[in-house]
Antibody
């Protein structure tokens, strides 16, 4: 069955960096676009980035462009999010999600990983 | 960036009733709907305006066109009380609405 498992979250200081990973299994990872979506405590969903199946195309929300970098390793069935210059308003649960159709139809989600930015 | 506005913010209904949730886009959009329960990841309900995702009961339906979209849940079940988000893809960017909380009366 399809599984997405995020790791790498935790407490980080403002201005610091963290790298999230998402381990995928149960489907041909290299065939699918993937995204990161976050949710601040008690707030709604915010899409932040997606990457094409081969990793050749990336897009970012304005709120993270220039600070976050999405990447993937298809040989390792893994998705990554490098988060730099973190701010308090980056505190959120971060989900990786599979796009079933290249147009943002997220049919599978990980369980989410909490990133807390605080001094 | 396409902005999605959902209404109402909160909808109070009883099991067995019909729920109608609205999503208005700032320009023409390709819309999907998600359900999220506390402590869980979102679940895809509807994609491409009106297509039910795998395993979604037929009491959930999506409709609309252009900038106005609707998620309808006929005959509410106790497990349907949750937060619902619409989402759109356009110009290589993805945005979500702010959510509608469906609560049990």
């Amino acid at each position: 069955q399809v599984q997405l498992v995020e790791s790498g979250g935790g407490l980080v200081k403002p201005g610091g960096s963290v790298r999230l990973s998402c381990a995928a299994s149960g489907f041909p990872f290299s065939d699918f676009y993937m995204s990161w979506v976050r949710q601040a405590p008690g707030k709604g969903l915010e899409w932040i980035s997606y990457i094409s199946s081969r990793g050749t195309t990336e897009y970012y929300a304005d709120s993270v462009r220039g600070r976050f970098t999405i990447s993937r390793d298809n040989a390792q069935n893994s998705l990554f999010l490098q988060m730099d210059n973190l701010r308090a308003d980056d505190t959120a649960i971060y989900y990786c999600a599979r796009d079933q159709s290249v147009v943002g139809d997220f049919d599978y989600w990980g369980q989410g990983i909490l990133v807390t930015v605080s001094s | 960036e396409i902005v999605l506005t959902q209404s109402p913010g909160t909808l109070s209904l009883s099991p067995g009733e019909r729920a109608t949730l609205s999503c208005r886009a700032s320009s023409s959009a390709y819309v999907g709907w998600y359900q999220q329960k506390p402590g869980q990841a979102p679940r895809l309900l509807i994609y491409g305006v009106s297509n039910r995702a795998t395993g979604i009961p037929d009491r959930f339906s999506g409709s609309g066109s252009g900038t106005d979209f609707t998620l309808t849940i006929t005959r509410l079940e106790p497990e349907d009380f949750a937060v619902y988000y619409c989402q759109q893809y356009g110009d290589s960017l993805i945005t979500f609405g702010q959510g509608t909380r469906l609560e049990m009366k």
